[in-house]
C-alpha cells in the first residue's frame, strides 16, 4: 500500500471514529459535554500535531462535513470533477477489492464500479455503457439516461 492510502484511510478512520463513551464531563451550567480526551463523533477536525494528535474539536460543524466529503470522494476514492469530465485517481487500501459509487451529473446518473485488485495505484481501464474511453476519463453528458462505467485499477 502506498503512504498516501495509508494516510487517506487513517484519516478516514479517524473522522468516522465513534467517541468512546466512558467518562462524559458535564459543564456547569449543563451546555455541553466533554468526553475523555476530546473523542468525538464523525465530522470533526482530528488533530495531527502533537500534543494532540487523534484527538478532535469542532465537532458536527458545516466546514468539516465538507473536508470530510472532500477527503472521500477526491482523495480516497479519487472523483475529480474538470468541467463536463470526470478523471479518476482512487489512492484506496488494499483491502478494498472493489468499490462503487453512483455519481449524479445535473438528470444524469452514472454507475461506477471500480475493480481495485489488491489496491492497485493508477486507472488500467475505463469503459462506459462497455465502450472503453481512450482518456480513461468521463466526459459527462446530461441526457437522463443512466449510464454503467466499468473502471480497472492496474494491480
Known amino acids: 500500500m502506498s503512504s498516501d492510502a495509508d494516510r487517506h484511510a487513517d484519516r478516514l478512520e479517524a473522522l468516522l471514529h465513534l467517541p468512546e463513551l466512558e467518562s462524559p464531563k458535564v459543564s456547569p451550567d449543563g451546555r455541553w459535554v466533554a468526553w475523555s480526551w476530546y473523542r468525538i463523533g464523525p465530522a470533526a477536525d482530528v488533530y495531527a500535531a502533537a500534543p494532540h494528535t487523534g484527538r478532535g474539536g469542532w465537532t458536527w460543524y458545516t466546514g468539516s462535513s465538507g473536508w470530510m466529503y472532500r477527503l472521500i470522494t477526491e482523495s480516497l476514492l479519487g472523483l475529480q ?75
Open 81 to 155: 470533477l474538470e468541467a463536463d469530465t470526470l478523471r479518476f485517481a482512487p489512492c484506496i487500501p488494499p483491502t478494498w477489492p472493489s468499490f462503487k459509487v453512483h455519481y449524479r451529473y445535473r438528470e444524469t446518473f452514472y454507475h461506477i464500479a471500480v475493480q481495485c485488485a489488491g489496491g492497485g495505484q493508477g486507472i488500467e481501464r475505463v469503459a462506459v455503457d462497455g465502450i472503453e474511453q481512450p482518456e480513461k476519463a468521463i466526459r459527462l453528458v446530461g441526457d437522463r439516461v443512466d449510464h454503467d462505467v466499468q473502471i480497472t485499477m492496474f494491480v
